[in-house]
């Protein structure tokens, strides 16, 4: 079985792959993890990601994808993999729908986490941090006993350019999985959308139901 996993920032996509990869024995595949081992272990393709991923740019599909395709080769992914990260877009989607039919596969389910956009603003937007000592903190999650006051030393607390509300909102536009991706796997008959405000364990007991 194949499963893509897609969802906005801060809807949990990552935690919620490593809990159904691990109830349903699927090997978990993060373009994050991808990224990461061949730059380690530096790779031509490593070498190629590292030049984006230095400059804080996205990397090209390409490059993405060639890295996909040699993951999946692995004698780990035979059996089904669960994918966090990838697609992004539709070109990526059709070229994983190629790699899978090639080996008599395909994508089972792709299982979308939908939660609102003032629920993401909270859950990303509302960090705080301490100028003196670098405590963190959260308005909603952690918050300080004082407003704008840390706990631990009576430093100010400060709130990075990222973490202001209006960062967050204008990231989440660029980086909500695009809408011709979702139809994409609605057409396909394989999309599922699981509501992920409700909590951790609800979602995960959802993903898994809609898997099964």
Known sequence: MYIVLLGPPGAGKGTQAQRVAAATGLVH???????REHVRNNTELGQLANQYMSRGELVPDEVTIKMLLERISREDAAAGAMFDGFPRNVVQAKALDDALAARGAR?????LITVSDE???ARLGGRWICRN?????HERN????QPGVCDACGGELYQRDDDRPEVVRARLEK??????LIE??????VLREIDG???LDEVTAALLEAIR
Do not use: N, W
């Not at 595949?29 to 990224?35: L, V």
């Not at 980086?175 to 011709?180: G, I, L, S």
């Open 142 to 145: 952690d918050p300080p006993k």
């Open 184 to 189: 994409h796997y609605r057409k396909a008959g």
């Open 197 to 199: 405000e409700r909590s």
């Open 133 to 137: 000592c670098g405590k963190l903190y």
């Open 175 to 180: 980086q909500k999985p695009p809408a011709d």
């Open 29 to 35: 595949i993060s373009t994050g993890d991808m990224f």
């Open 107 to 111: 994508i089972d389910r792709a299982l």
């Open 119 to 121: 629920e993401l603003v």
